[in-house]
């Protein structure tokens, strides 16, 4: 995911893609553990937007 389209979403709707980013973050991590994950890339690419959707959340609430 883009910053960009980071940056449109809503409060709510970043709220929402956060947990789902933690939640995917959790099963590819279960699927490691298990041997059954087929792209490493994944992890990786899952770890970044979810970054980048908590740095979003932080500066908003800086603003404010």
Do not use: C
């Not at 980013?21 to 099963?27: A, D, G, L, V």
Request: net charge positive.
């Amino acid at each position: 995911m883009k910053m960009k389209q980071i940056k449109e979403m809503t409060n709510e709707e970043l709220d929402r893609q956060i947990e789902e980013f933690r939640k995917e973050k959790f099963n590819l991590r279960a699927q490691s553990k298990r041997g059954q994950l087929e792209s490493t890339a994944k992890v990786k690419q899952t770890r970044r937007d979810l970054a980048r959707a908590l740095t979003e959340k932080n500066a908003r609430a800086a603003k404010a």
